[in-house]
């Protein structure tokens, strides 16, 4: 089976959630956390503590796609955190690129995020004369007009959109014509693609909004107090 279109099902039949599918993520932050401490094995109670969720929900997650703990003995740590990546894509050698070279472009493409999760950027693109041409991190911004040329001639697993979200549309629909697989999405456009290609949107404001909600609601209830 091609891993790319792989679907992890539980017992029973039927996907995996999308609830469980949000926590893997988190899931291998904090085992590539305590690979780094040198711990090599730890229980599901421990990891509970780390993470404020409950071991039971930890059991129930990892069951989905085999259990991988011993009972008496727990989680090998670091044969966890290999199923976890395998799981996730991470080394499957997934490329990207960058639409957009303005300033959350550009600090994307610096970040370290994407080369710790297996994601090769490979190119940007822009359409300001005073970007185009130039590089970022090493990696160099084209005009935008040559996106469907270099789609053809290298392989383009995903695209990112930092652009100006009254083009996300346009531009979604021309990634959905080159057959690129995945769009994670910036421009806080809410998009929406045809099957088989995946869209992320990522609102970035929705947290900000989200953290200034539980701000007030605890101020509020200082003042009761």
């Not at 957009?100 to 999760?117: I, Q, T």
């Not at 950027?121 to 041409?133: K, N, T, Y």
């Not at 911004?141 to 789609?151: A, I, M, P, S, T």
Request: charged share 25%.
């Amino acid at each position: 089976m091609d891993k790319k279109k792989m679907r992890y099902t539980v017992e029973g039949g039927g996907e995996v959630s999308p609830a469980v599918i949000k926590r893997l993520p988190r899931y291998f932050r904090y085992l590539r956390e305590l690979i780094r401490n040198g711990k090599l094995r730890i229980s599901s109670g421990e990891l509970s503590e780390m993470m404020h969720v409950t071991a039971s929900q930890i059991r129930q997650d990892l069951n989905c796609f085999g259990g991988f703990g011993q009972q008496g003995y727990g989680y090998n740590v670091n044969y966890l955190y290999a199923k976890i990546c395998e799981i996730l894509g991470v080394g499957e050698g997934f490329r990207a690129v960058m639409i957009g070279a303005g300033n959350l472009g550009r600090a994307l493409v610096r970040s370290p995020m994407f080369e710790k999760r297996g994601v090769d950027i490979v190119a940007m693109f822009d359409v300001a004369p005073e970007l185009v041409g130039s590089s970022v991190a090493g990696v160099n911004v084209l005009h935008v007009d040559g996106l469907e040329r270099f789609c053809e001639e290298n392989v383009v697993d995903i695209a990112v959109l930092t652009l100006p979200k009254e083009y996300a549309t346009e531009v979604a629909e021309r990634l959905v014509k080159i057959g690129v697989a995945g769009i994670w999405n910036f421009t806080s456009k809410e998009l929406v693609c045809p099957e088989p290609v995946v869209v992320e949107n990522v609102h970035i404001g929705d947290s900000l909004m989200t953290l200034c909600y539980e701000l007030r609601c605890r101020s509020l209830q200082e003042e009761e107090q």
